[in-house]
């Protein structure tokens, strides 16, 4: 029984008191732009090193660069909270703006300085990497220097990087204007109710067939109705992006999003590879599951259905006792940091209006904090969600020794973490379960996050590939979207899928997403890569805690194909490493489908 109290909304006057109206905000946005402009003029008297002895000028600006950045990031990831909790608020929006025209200058100033060190001479270099000032940043002064002499020249960058702010972040910041001025109405209990887009993406897991069934056709309708719009923005994000590439040489979609994720193409193609030569028991699985619900084949929208006749809810306070004490099971560290973060109102989990769909985590590197955003209506799905950004939140807890400039990881090996935090959770709860009922729910739940990560994250992956390359020879009309998605939804889910979701390609905040190309193959590297952190965790039990933290700290200063040989002795860009992980998955497939042949 629960007897902590955990707040169901978060403590943003920690760091600005007042809100999007405040004037320490407005302070520290003068603040930063003070810096921005300092950092720029810095810069622009600073040459290309020549010996050893500019190495303290190097390491003097490396800090005001650590300085400029965290103190614009503190701000833009508070007002990207104001906008989340009131999508109606428009002086966050107004301040976003202000925040991406000067992230936009600082961005400018900061190429310009991995430029002018790129030039530096092989040998010069070399001695600079070896200064005791420099040597802890050599990786990503290293990648620096090879993404410089990968650009386009300075002037021609800058002029790329100011026109992006209105010319393609701003259509991403469109997208989530028309998304949160979108409300259906939907009968839920026998009352028709007004929702946001959040709110009604929540009854996919509803046990009234009915309600999951109008939830999804008046979304559907949603995006439909707006469709050109939607159109308009993925082409106009796409079409810069390609036009950028184009410029610099790039003929390879892929090929930033692979930077960007410190990863090799042999290893997503391993990935995919273990994923498409597994599908066989997912689809069955699928199979099983519309049986169970009285259908021929599974409609998108009966896809996190329950399948067992409770109707149990798992309210916040209890979903997060639930979370904290599973936590404790593999780590005191963990636990203890979730417990503070819950307990000091860091999650934001009230379901009312007004909110952005989706779910979370920020982090605030001045105040060394992070802040969660989610809708909490009750589910186990909601209890994992919860787990999953704590574990983004922990990731950079246990980057805080670390220098900020050396925090930087990419997106996959963040979602290892969050994954990872999401299957203590899961697995434990499975095992713990008190009846036969509830273990299948609980079972149910936990392959349901292998299905998203196998066949929809897959989808996603197949339909923005294939998008691409048809908007290279021009704008690619909305029929022509849902056409796109609707074949990639059949194929990765390997033909078991009954009415499909065309329009997935407008509901999908991450295809809008301009700082983070191909928002999508990431998720799953990180679920499969948890998967065999996770069994070592079970070998070792809380002795792997602080290898785990160890594994977490070197996530932005190596290639993940390094860490992976570091940290587990394992070579990621086999196929056999990726299997491994799925076989894992697999087991719970088979169990499910022997515990529903029992109950059939």
Not at 25 to 37: M, Y
Not at 79 to 95: P, S, V
Not at 190 to 199: F, I, N, P, T
Request: charged letters at 30%; one cysteine or more; glycine letters at 8%.
């Amino acid at each position: 029984m629960t007897t902590k109290t955990y707040p169901v909304t978060w403590d943003l006057e920690t760091f600005f008191k007042g809100g999007s109206a405040s004037s320490e905000l407005r302070s520290h946005l003068d603040e930063a732009s003070d810096l921005v402009q300092g950092f720029a003029d810095h810069i622009s008297a600073f040459h290309t090193p020549e010996s050893t002895s500019d190495a303290g000028r190097v390491a003097e600006l490396l800090e005001e660069t650590k300085e400029t950045m965290n103190h614009l990031r503190e701000a833009g990831a508070v007002i990207g909270c104001y906008l989340a909790q009131d999508t109606t608020d428009k002086q966050a929006l107004l301040l976003q703006g202000e925040t991406s025209a000067l992230g936009a200058k600082f961005q400018t100033a900061f190429m310009s300085f991995q430029q002018k060190l790129a030039k530096t001479d092989g040998p010069v270099w070399d001695e600079l990497l070896r200064q005791d000032g420099l040597k802890e940043f050599a990786f990503i002064l290293g990648e620096w220097r090879r993404k410089s002499a990968d650009r386009l020249p300075e002037a021609e960058e800058a002029l790329i990087t100011a026109l992006s702010v209105d010319g393609y972040h701003g259509w991403g910041e469109l997208y989530d204007l028309l998304v949160g001025d979108t409300k259906v109405t939907v009968t839920v209990d026998g009352e028709a109710r007004e929702l946001s887009v959040g709110q009604a993406n929540n009854l996919s897991s509803h046990p009234d067939a009915a309600v999951r069934k109008e939830a999804f056709e008046k979304l559907e309708a949603a995006w439909a109705e707006k469709e050109e719009f939607f159109a308009k923005a993925l082409n106009s994000i796409a079409g810069y992006r390609l036009a950028v590439y184009e410029k610099r040489g790039w003929d390879h979609v892929l090929k930033e999003p692979l930077e960007y994720n410190r990863m090799k193409e042999e290893t997503l193609d391993a990935m995919w590879g273990a994923i498409s030569a597994n599908k066989e028991p997912f689809a069955r699985y699928l199979g099983r599951k519309a049986e169970l619900l009285g259908k021929q084949k599974l409609d998108w929208y009966d896809a996190d259905a329950p399948v067992t006749e409770s109707t149990a809810t798992i309210g916040y306070q209890e979903g997060a006792e639930f979370i904290i004490d599973h936590f404790g099971k593999f780590g005191p560290e963990l636990q203890s940091f979730a417990r503070m973060a819950l307990e000091d109102g860091w999650v934001e989990a009230e379901d009312r209006p007004n909110k952005r769909p989706g779910g979370f985590c920020t982090g605030m590197p001045q105040s060394e904090q992070s802040r969660i955003f989610m809708t909490y209506s009750g589910s186990m799905s909601n209890v994992a969600t919860l787990a999953h950004e704590l574990g983004h939140a922990f990731h950079s807890y246990a980057l805080r020794p670390v220098h900020s400039l050396n925090r930087g990881y990419a997106m996959n090996v963040a979602e290892t973490a969050s994954t990872f935090a999401e299957m203590i959770v899961a697995d434990a709860a499975v095992k713990e379960a008190k009846t036969e009922e509830e273990k299948l729910s609980l079972l149910e739940d936990k392959i349901q996050r292998s299905v998203a990560f196998f066949m929809n994250i897959h989808a996603r992956f197949l339909f923005e590939t294939r998008f691409y390359e048809e908007r290279k020879k021009g704008i690619v009309s909305s029929d022509r979207l849902n056409e796109l998605m609707e074949e990639a939804q059949r194929e990765a889910y390997a033909g078991a899928l009954g009415e499909a979701h065309p329009h997935f390609w407008a509901s999908k905040l991450h295809f809008y997403i301009t700082g983070v190309p191909f928002y999508n193959f990431p998720y799953t590297f990180g679920y499969l890569f948890s998967l065999s952190i996770y069994a070592k965790a079970l070998e070792e039990g809380e002795a792997f805690e602080e290898k785990y933290m160890a594994l977490l700290r070197d996530t932005a200063v190596m290639t993940v194909e390094d860490l992976a040989m570091k940290h587990l002795g394992e070579d990621i860009m086999k196929q056999e490493f990726w299997e491994k992980g799925v076989r894992l998955c697999v087991r719970d497939v088979e169990e499910f489908l022997e515990l529903t042949a029992r109950k059939g």
